[in-house]
């Protein structure tokens, strides 16, 4: 199998990417084993996605394309997703973020606290506020809201609280063995068993 491209629909999930894939597989090189390929929202992932999809000329390159679920149906959007992809018979992964990249942040309580001492995050607090991080609307809403200074996006205030920061900085920190199921499935299913990648192309309605 050749390498795994991931389609992702923002430069924070990328700076998250790099950091964390290592760490998870080890061994696993960017560029050498996995290329992250960021977009600007949404939008340009999904318009993206059968332009790169065609043009891409890289022989057994298979495919992740990931993006935030924002509460939508499961089910639909990947459908949807995978109807892009369908101008290819190359191997397809969809993996879906419920509901936002800073569920995952939420996840790991005690990674947040450790990427920032200084600002008062309490692990067990936390994680009683947020039992089930997939349940959240709006992550990182939450987040901005407990801990002061956090922005999704790199906005103006820049430095430490850009987005692409915060994801490289808490991915350091966040443990392989409370890794996001939905990262470790994934990994897994890329790295060791190639076929589940065809499976999935034929299953749309299949786990996000």
């Not at 891409?56 to 509460?71: K, Q, T």
């Amino acid at each position: 199998m050749g390498r795994v491209i991931l389609l992702l629909e923002e430069p924070s999930m990328k700076a998250f990417l790099l950091e964390f894939l290592p760490r998870l597989i080890p061994g696993w090189q960017h560029e050498r084993d996995f290329l992250c390929v960021a977009h600007r929202g949404r939008t340009d992932l999904e318009r993206s996605i059968p332009i790169k999809l065609k043009a891409w000329r890289e022989p057994g390159a298979c495919f992740v394309i990931m993006r935030d679920n924002d509460n939508a149906d499961c089910s639909a959007l990947k459908s949807r997703l995978l109807a892009m992809a369908a101008i290819t018979d190359r191997n397809i992964l969809i993996r879906l973020v419920c509901q936002e990249l800073e569920s995952w942040y939420l996840g790991d309580p005690l990674a947040l606290a450790t990427a920032y001492p200084d600002v008062g995050v309490n692990p067990l607090a936390l994680g009683k506020k947020c039992p089930n991080p997939d349940a959240r609307a709006k992550p990182s809403q939450d987040l901005e809201r407990w801990i002061r200074g956090f922005q999704k996006n790199d906005g103006a205030w820049g430095g430490r609280w850009a987005g692409t920061v915060i994801a490289h900085t808490v991915s350091r920190y966040l443990s392989p063995g409370c890794a996001p199921s939905q990262i470790w499935q994934w990994s897994r299913e890329v790295s060791y068993d190639p076929e589940t990648l065809a499976r999935d192309r034929r299953t749309p309605r299949g786990r996000p």
